[in-house]
């Protein structure tokens, strides 16, 4: 079935009534793509829109949506939360102690943990610790990594190559300070590090990001770039801070640094951790993580949603969902396999310049004439080719990322059928696009 624009008139209005009183229509940058969606329930690996038409979801909320969409336990360990404890705002509560015991127990580098409500509030309290443990002010990021929309991190963000110099740093109102205190390194060139750590010899508080770079789809870590990362900060005192965000719980119930074997000094988590329910967390090294202590340390910890009831049922069901189904990670990484292969087959046939790549459940095609192991290979990425295949995979009922070089997800709730209907969907997708 191929779907005509005219499809969706009540998403079409809705947009229009959005942009009469909500700057650009939408409440996050990258949910304006040029198109009126507007969904209104969810069920499953399905996203049904206010006109009636279901899509298949592999954009997943970008990636928030780890189990699938409305999972049972979820749902009911919120409802039976309801009518409890809503919030107190004084001392703690049963669920966030179990939260952190939790996540302590499954994190390798968990010693003690914070909630907070998104994963940008994680990165930007990861920061600002790492500069107050270490007294130093720099920070060093990788080109394309994406932490959030906070000012130390809106640097060399990328989505489109054409955005890579055009939109940097990521918005207007940063002070140059704030910028300029953040250092770019190159993601897999360990030289590039090197030569920072010396260039700016003990100014360095921190290196952030993430263990596999899935904001600009999937660049996979070598061994010897994360353990070089390792010793790198160990020998320099300079805090490593893995953004675990998209990775945590979606590879591996301990995170990407459960299946690397780095162990990193801060872990920061978002996403999937609580099923689309907005959690964040940091976690970490005890003696980093004590200068949150409000008795004695130096690091201001407030929010006034932090570790909320409702937040913390849903992560607690999230993990224990995953606890209780370890065949999520063989099947999540068995159909992103089949897809990867797939896509490999077709784009071969079809003698695209494509490339499918990705890890686990985590899918993408690179429009590119070689298969990007570096930051370099991405500026080549055909922004257009990708447009034209999310628009004609939408047309055949299956949502992804609209931006090129992000990345797709399978959930729990994928079926075989699914991954079945994606490529023939993508198979005809691609032969559209090639002539
Ligand atoms: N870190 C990574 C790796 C992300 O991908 C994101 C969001 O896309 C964030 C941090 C920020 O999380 P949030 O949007 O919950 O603030």
Avoid at 69 to 95: F, K, P, Q, Y
Avoid at 192 to 200: I, M, P, R, W
Wanted: with cysteine; charged share 20%.
């Amino acid at each position: 079935m191929i779907r005509q624009p005219s499809d969706v008139p009540r998403g079409r209005a809705l947009a229009e009534a959005a942009a009469r009183v909500i700057p650009g229509g939408v409440n996050s940058a990258t949910r304006y793509i040029g198109e009126p969606y507007a969904f209104a329930s969810a069920s499953g690996a399905y996203l049904t829109d206010l006109d009636g038409n279901d899509y298949l979801d592999y954009h997943a909320a970008f990636g928030a949506i780890l189990l699938g969409h409305n999972v049972e336990s979820v749902n009911r360990a919120i409802r039976d939360a309801v009518g409890g404890l809503d919030l107190s705002g004084l001392g703690v509560t049963e669920l966030e102690v179990a939260l952190a015991e939790r996540i302590c127990s499954i994190i390798p580098s968990a010693e003690s943990m914070i909630a907070t409500v998104s994963g940008s509030e994680a990165t930007a309290q990861a920061i600002r610790l790492a500069r107050a443990a270490t007294g130093r002010r720099k920070i060093i990021k990788f080109q394309g990594g994406f932490h959030g929309w906070h000012d130390p991190v809106a640097r060399n963000v990328i989505s489109t190559p054409e955005l890579a110099y055009g939109l940097d740093p990521l918005s207007a109102g940063i002070l140059p300070e704030a910028l300029e205190a953040t250092l770019i390194a190159e993601f897999n060139d360990l030289g590039s590090v090197k030569a920072l750590l010396g260039e700016h010899d003990g100014e360095v508080a921190g290196i952030i990001l993430e263990p596999i770079p899935h904001n600009v789809g999937a660049l996979l870590p070598t061994d010897e770039f994360v353990q070089g990362l390792r010793e790198l900060c160990t020998a320099t005192g300079t805090v490593l801070i893995f953004d675990e965000v998209i990775t945590g719980f979606r590879h591996a119930l301990g995170g990407y640094q459960q299946l690397c074997g780095v162990t990193p000094d801060l872990t920061t988590f978002g996403k999937g951790m609580a099923n689309g329910y907005p959690v964040g967390g940091l976690a970490g090294r005890r003696d980093l993580m004590e200068h949150f202590n409000g008795r004695g340390g130096d690091v201001l910890l407030a929010g006034t949603f932090n570790g909320n009831p409702l937040g913390c049922v849903a992560a607690l069901a999230t993990l224990d969902h995953l606890a209780e189904h370890p065949d999520f990670y063989t099947r999540t990484r068995d159909f992103g396999d089949q897809l990867r292969a797939g896509l490999t087959r077709v784009v071969g046939d079809l003698g695209l310049p494509a490339h499918a790549a990705g890890f686990g459940g985590v899918f993408n095609l690179y429009f590119t004439p070689e298969r990007p192991t570096g930051y370099r290979e991405l500026l080549d990425n055909d922004h257009q080719a990708y447009v034209d295949f999310h628009r004609a995979m939408i047309n055949r009922g299956v949502l992804m990322l609209p931006l090129s070089l992000k990345r797709n997800h399978v959930s729990g709730a994928h079926t075989q059928a699914d991954i079945d209907q994606t490529l023939e969907a993508a198979e005809s997708a691609l032969t559209e696009l090639a002539k």
